[in-house]
C-alpha cells in the first residue's frame, strides 16, 4: 500500500528506552512505504522529544513520530505527562502532526509486578509499526483514516472493533 | 431551525473509538442544518485532534467538532487531560471555538465494571447530537444559546433544568 | 460608586450551569455601574469560556468575566482545571484580565451529600456580584483593589478578614 | 548593599490573602534597595496574578513579585497549580522573571489543623522579604545568585545548607 | 571525545539546591570538552530555571542544562511540574533543547525515610555529568546518541541495557 505523494517522516527515539523503537519504526516505513523518506534522531528521554520534533517539522518532515517509553514508577508517569504536553505544543506551534508512540512498562507486567519481557516487546513493536502506518496516511492517504473511524483500532494490542446497535 | 449564514464545520473523530461518531455528527448536521457544509477528517487518536482541528480552522472552517472516546483505565483519564490541553490551544491559536464532545466509557459501566453497551451507544449519540447544533448556534446564531444560559443543559444525558428561588 | 472611566466588560456564561450567572452579573453591573457597557454571551460548557473571552477580549472588552458552574463528580474538577488553563491562556494572549468566576456544586452540599440549593444559589449571587465589582474596579479604579490588599476578602462568603500581629 | 544599576520592580498582591505581602515586600525593598522603583497593584486571587504581571513586564518593570496565598482546602492547591502555570506563562511572553511566593496555610497548621497564626505571619514576612532580595539580584546583580548556587537557601524558614562530600 | 564544532552552553542551577549542581556540569564540560563555551547562571528555585535557560538560549547559547533538586513532599512534586512545563515552554519558544536535570530527594531515602546524603550525593553527580555529554552531543555530535538508543541508558544510576529478543 504506498503513499501517494511524496512524504518525509521525522523519527525520534531516545536513550532511555530499552527497546530501539526507532530501529523498529525505520524498518516498517522501509518495508511498507519505500518512497517516503525518513529523518531519524535520538534524544537521551522522552521530555526531549517535543522539541526534537517540532525541530524536524520547522525544516522538512511533513510529519514525526515521537517514540518513548515509560518506566513502571509514579513519577515517570507525571514525566510521560509533561512531556505529552510539550508535544502538544509543538503540533501547535507547526500546525503538523506528532504521534506519540509511548509504550508504558505497566502494560506488560506479570501478577508478581515483574515485566514480562518478551510480551512487553511484542506490544511495542505492534504499536511502533502500526502508527508508522497512521503517520504515514495522514499525511498522504487520510481518506484510509476515514475509512477506519469508530473501528475500535488499536496499536500495542489487538483492535477491540465497533460497538454495533443491536 | 436552519442557520441563518452559511457555515462551514470541521467534524473529526478517531479510528481509535469503538463509535463512528463522525458518521452520527454528519447525520445529524444534514438533517438540522442542511445548509452547513461539512469538513470530516479522522485521526488515530484523541491525542491527535487538536491540531487536526487546528488546521481545519486555520483553514476553511468556521468552528470543529473533537469528537472522542475515552476508555476505563486511569492511564486513558490523563490522556484525556493532554488531548483537551491541546484542544485549549487549538481554539487561542484560531480565535475560534472547538467543541470538545468527549465519552467516557465510564459513564455507562453497570455495577459489575462491565459496559453497558446499548445505554453507552444512546449516550453518545445523544451527546454528539445536541453538540452538533451548539456548534452550529455558537457561529450562526448565537442568541439561542443565551436563551438557554443556566438552564442546565446537558448532552448524553437528561437537562437538569435550572435552580430556582423558592 | 461609578467607575471614573469607560468601560466595557464581556459576560461570559453556560447553558451548562443551573443558575443564570450572567443574569446576575448583568444585574449588579447596571444596579452598581450604569455607565459600563456590557457585551453578553453564552456557551455550551466551562470548556468553551476562554475562547469567547479571548474574543471579546481581542474585540471590544476591557476584561471579561467567566462564569461557570462546575458539577460534584472528580471528572468535573479535572474539566475546570482544563478550562482554568484555557483562561489563563486567554489572559495572556490579550494581556487583559479574565476574572474566573467558578462556583463548585460541593461547597454547597450537605453532610448526606445533597445539594442545599438555598445555599448554593445565595453562594452563587454572593460571587458573582462581588466579582462584578472587581471586574469594574480592575479597569477603572485599580486603586480600590490596593486599599483591601491583604484584607481576606471572599466571593461567596463572608471575609475571614486580616490576621494581625500580636 | 545596595543595587548596581537603576531597576524597576513590579510587585503584584492579591485581596484574598489575609496579609498584606505587598506591603512587605515594599517595606523591605525601600529599606534595603532604596533606589529600585516600585511599581504596586493588587488584584483580587492569585489567578490574576499572572497576567497583572505581565501587563507590568511589558510596560515598565524589569522583574516582578508575585505575591498570593493558598488557602488549606485540595482545591486551593489545584488553584494555585493554575495559577502557576500562568505565571510560567507570564515570564515566557516577556523573557523576563517573576518570582512566585506563594505561602501555603498548610505550611504553619497545628497538630489539631488550626492555623498557627503568629508562625504563619513570621513564614510569610520571612518569605516575602527574602524574595525581595532574589528579584534585584536577579535583575541588577546575578553574581550574589551565583554565589549562593547549591547551599539550600530557602524563604520562610531557615536555609538547609549545603549537603558536605565525606 | 572532544565535540566536533564550537558550543555554547547554558548552565543554570539553584540556590535552593543542596549540591552545587552548576559546579559539577561546569567541571565535566570542562574537564571532557574544553572547547565548549559556557555561562552560568544562578536563580532562586527551580520554578526560576525555565525563563533563565529561555534568556540564555534566546542570546548566545546552543542548548541549556537545567539544573534542580527536589524536595520530599508532595507540595515539591506539584512545583517540580510546574517547573517542568515551563521548561517545555523555553524550548518550544527557542526551538532549541533544555536538558532538565532534576534530583528528586525521594530517590535517595532510607526506609525510615530520611535522607541518605552519600547516596544523594553520588546520584546527583552522576546525572549531572552524563547529562553534561548529552548536551554537548546532542548540539556538535547528534550521532553518538543514534547510536545509543534503545540501550536503557540512565543518569544518576547504572544503566539498565536492552531488553533482548530471545
Known amino acids: 500500500m504506498p503513499s501517494k505523494k511524496s512524504v518525509t517522516i521525522g523519527v525520534v527515539d531516545t536513550t532511555f528506552s530499552s527497546v530501539n523503537m526507532g530501529r523498529i519504526a525505520i524498518d516498517e516505513l522501509k518495508k511498507s512505504h519505500p518512497r517516503v523518506r525518513i529523518i531519524r534522531r535520538t534524544v537521551p528521554g522522552f521530555k526531549d522529544l517535543a522539541v526534537e ?3 524536524l517539522l520547522k525544516n522538512k518532515c511533513d510529519i514525526a513520530l515521537a ?7 509514579p513519577i515517570d508517569s507525571q514525566c510521560a ?14 500546525n503538523k502532526h506528532v504521534i506519540e508512540v509511548f509504550v508504558h512498562m505497566n502494560e506488560a507486567v506479570r501478577k508478581d509486578g515483574s515485566l514480562d519481557e518478551s510480551d512487553f516487546l511484542a506490544l511495542t513493536e505492534d504499536r511502533v509499526r502500526k502508527h508508522a502506518h497512521n503517520a504515514v496516511w495522514l499525511v498522504s492517504n487520510p481518506e ?14 489487538k483492535d477491540v472493533g465497533s460497538i454495533e446497535k443491536r
Chains 1, 2, 3, 4, 5 share one sequence.
Request: aromatic share 0%.
Open 144 to 157: 484510509k483514516l476515514v475509512e477506519r473511524a469508530g473501528s475500535g483500532r488499536r496499536q500495542g494490542r
Open 81 to 94: 505527562h509533561e512531556a505529552s504536553i510539550g508535544i502538544q505544543m509543538a503540533k501547535m506551534n507547526t
Open 67 to 73: 517514540l518513548g517509553m515509560v518506566g513502571k514508577a
Open 53 to 55: 520534533c517540532q525541530r
